[in-house]
């Protein structure tokens, strides 16, 4: 069976994409390959970054592997907080954090339009591949559902009357973008 590093510090998607990848193919996390050291994202762009995540777990392992970037983009926003999502209440800080701070920022705007943006990395014997997945929906008001992480109590995807925090991750992982951009990666694989 193939094999690979998923290059992620984020257990949560470990989760998800373990569900999504199902047994044809074997994920291995970093604590097993003995990495503990906090993987650099310093790029620019969402692309930019899952390919910067890939590319310093192969160099050091000499191991097939790949990286997801994900970006949550807010069309009031100018596209903010994308690829600052992570840290967009200051670095550190937590889901609760960035959503106060995303709701604060949009709680004059009428334009409620948001999407997320997801690109994975794969190499495999030195070749660098990529693929996207996106999912259009919006901002809500108010928190709604406890599941997933991140920023999925205030997104509602378009014709979904529920976030993606009322959803369980089967549901979620159906449309999401990561979703989205982990099943191109399979159709890859499996045609390669
Ligand atoms: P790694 O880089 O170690 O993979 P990370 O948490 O830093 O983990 P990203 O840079 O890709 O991941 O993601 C940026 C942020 O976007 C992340 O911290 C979440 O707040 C948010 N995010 C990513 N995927 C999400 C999802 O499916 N639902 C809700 N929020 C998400």
């Known amino acids: 069976m193939d094999k690979f590093v998923f290059a992620t510090n984020n257990l949560h998607k470990i989760e998800e994409i373990q569900q999504i990848i199902g047994t044809e193919f074997e994920i291995i996390g970093l604590e097993e390959i003995g990495c503990k050291e906090e993987i650099p994202e310093t790029q620019n762009t969402i692309a930019g970054n899952a390919l910067q995540k890939a590319r310093f777990i192969y160099d050091k392992y000499q191991i097939n592997c790949f990286a997801d970037d994900t970006g949550l983009e807010v069309e009031a926003l100018n596209g ?37 943006l997801t690109v994975v990395a794969l190499i495999i014997d030195n070749k660098e591949y990529l693929f996207e997945g996106i999912i259009n929906g919006e901002i809500i008001h108010d928190k709604k559902g406890n599941s997933g992480f991140g920023y999925d109590p205030i997104f509602k995807p378009e014709n979904s009357d529920f976030t993606f925090a009322e959803m369980n991750s089967e549901e979620k992982n159906k449309i999401s973008h990561r979703g989205k951009a982990m099943q191109k990666l399979i159709q890859f694989l499996k045609n390669s």
């Open 80 to 116: 903010e907080p994308g690829v600052y999502s992570a840290r967009y209440a200051g670095p550190g800080r937590s889901f609760e954090d960035n959503i106060q701070k995303l709701l604060f920022e949009l709680k004059d705007k009428s334009n409620r339009k948001a999407r997320f």
